[in-house]
């Protein structure tokens, strides 16, 4: 079993920044794939990043390429999605989600999910 508890989101101007956390606990946590995932509202679901157990491999959407980065500390879990430029349409609710076996963008691969936190960038 992971718990996985958000932090840092936050209201901001466009061409800010915003540092997310993800406190994940558990005994083998430090063993999950991570994700970072966002739902505006009247929208899905949407991907955004994800790193890979050992932290070496990373993985982004295209519309957060180049000003979003993922990163993962082992001790303790924490995942964190460095957000950059942050634009209007970034506003979201952001979730992350551990996996055992997935290493990637498919929501459902994922087995547990945080609640999430609110990011919202004015124009």
């Known amino acids: 079993q992971v718990q996985l508890v958000e932090s840092g989101g936050g209201l901001v101007q466009a061409g800010a920044s915003l540092r997310l956390s993800c406190a994940a606990s558990?005994?083998?946590?430090?063993?999950?794939?991570m994700g970072w995932f966002r739902q505006a509202p009247g929208k899905e679901r949407e991907f955004a990043a994800a790193i890979s157990g050992n932290g070496y491999m990373t993985y982004y959407a295209d519309s957060v390429k180049g000003r979003f980065t993922i990163s993962r500390d082992n001790l303790p879990n924490t995942v964190h999605l460095q957000m950059n430029r942050l634009k209007p349409e970034d506003t979201a609710v952001y979730s992350c989600?551990?996996?055992?076996?997935?290493?990637?963008?498919?929501?459902?691969?994922?087995?547990?999910w945080g609640q999430g936190t609110q990011v919202t960038v004015s124009s």
């Open positions: 558990g005994r083998t946590a430090n063993k999950y794939h």
């Open positions: 989600a551990a996996s055992i076996s997935h290493y990637g963008s498919n929501p459902v691969l994922y087995n547990y």
